[in-house]
């Protein structure tokens, strides 16, 4: 099963590089490289590497029911880790590794560092399509198919996603929590008896990682740091195509579909988004500013700066946070396969 599972990896990561470089002339590609002013792509890359810690800042006020006062650096270290891991070997093991790592440095469950894992990609997920729905009320060009087909799914998953936030609601509600566990109980029928009651400790655990008992304040400034993630790195990808030719005729709006377009081919578990990111890349562009006059060169030219771009900025960081904490990479993906979590 593992072998057919790496056989199919090989054949969609082959057949979106084709997709990508099909048309593509390399050297005129290298040339508009070659020609960029270096400081588009030294702010683009800057921003990045800032962008971790406004995660990490966000990461904390999360983890603040279950842990007082965690070091800002000590979050971001593990968040950096977390996206290097991603990007070296598919399947996004970074995100559970992250989250058992940190909570056995700080001393919680490894279920609640996971379920503050979870809960923080469901607020990315709510943020993004928020912001994508405010860029609607910005978009003039909006009969681009690849558009069209976003905004439907924004419309199908926001009301989705808004009902989750809504049971998680319910679980914060002191007087669910009976309610709460005999659901547990429940989905623990099917299993062996000799499963049962680690399931239902397990799973217990990792709703209560879900419950977030903040105050009105930290509620406040969990909103604004999670809309600030996103908000920050839109008006880099648009700062990044002011270096480009077709970059004039975009603005700071029209640049979130195609942010959007890249967030769900992160979605797609190849190692460092290989092949994923570039054919998303390089037909949201073309199908997107195509008003623009953006040439196949262009967009092959863009996506691939912005490919080693994002690579730089999560693998050495990575690499130094490894090294920082004295941990092994092969230690790390070892955690993510175990099957226990309590």
Do not use: C
Request: hydrophobic fraction near 55%; charged fraction near 15%; avoid cysteine.
């Amino acid at each position: 099963m593992k072998i057919l599972k790496i056989v199919l990896l090989i054949i969609v990561v082959v057949a979106l590089l084709y997709f990508f470089f099909n048309n593509l002339d390399l050297a005129e590609v290298a040339k508009i490289i070659k020609d960029i002013n270096p400081i588009y792509p030294v702010v683009f890359l800057l921003g990045l590497f800032f962008q971790f810690f406004i995660r990490a800042y966000r990461w904390r006020i999360i983890l603040s029911p279950f842990k007082k006062s965690i070091s800002i650096y000590s979050l971001y270290n593990y968040i950096v880790i977390g996206f290097f891991i991603n990007s070296i070997v598919p399947g996004r093991l970074g995100e559970p590794a992250r989250g058992v790592l940190l909570a056995g440095e700080i001393g919680i469950k490894k279920s609640e560092g996971l379920a503050s894992v979870v809960l923080e990609r469901m607020i990315d997920f709510l943020m993004i399509i928020v912001i994508f729905f405010l860029s609607l009320l910005f978009l003039e060009k909006t009969d681009s198919p690849i558009f069209v087909s976003l905004k439907k799914g924004a419309i199908v998953l926001f009301p989705i996603i808004v009902f989750i936030f809504f049971l998680f609601y319910l679980i914060n509600i002191e007087g669910m929590s009976g309610f709460v566990e005999k659901l547990i109980k429940l989905t623990s029928k099917p299993l062996p008896l000799k499963y049962r009651e680690k399931w239902i400790e397990s799973l217990g655990n990792f709703l209560k990682g879900l419950k977030l008992k903040l105050s009105a304040w930290n509620y406040i400034k969990l909103l604004l740091s999670s809309l600030l993630v996103w908000m920050w790195l839109v008006p880099l990808y648009w700062f990044l195509m002011k270096g480009f030719a077709f970059g004039s005729g975009v603005s700071v709006m029209q640049t979130v579909p195609y942010f959007s377009i890249i967030v769900v081919s992160a979605a797609i578990p190849t190692p460092g988004m290989t092949g994923s990111l570039d054919a998303a890349s390089k037909l949201g562009l073309m199908e997107l500013y195509g008003y623009t006059g953006i040439t196949t060169n262009q967009a092959g030219a863009f996506t691939l700066l912005v490919h080693v771009l994002i690579l730089i900025a999560i693998l050495i960081p990575g690499i130094v946070a490894i090294k920082m904490k004295g941990l092994k990479i092969r230690s790390i993906l070892g955690i993510t396969e175990r099957d226990e979590v309590s």
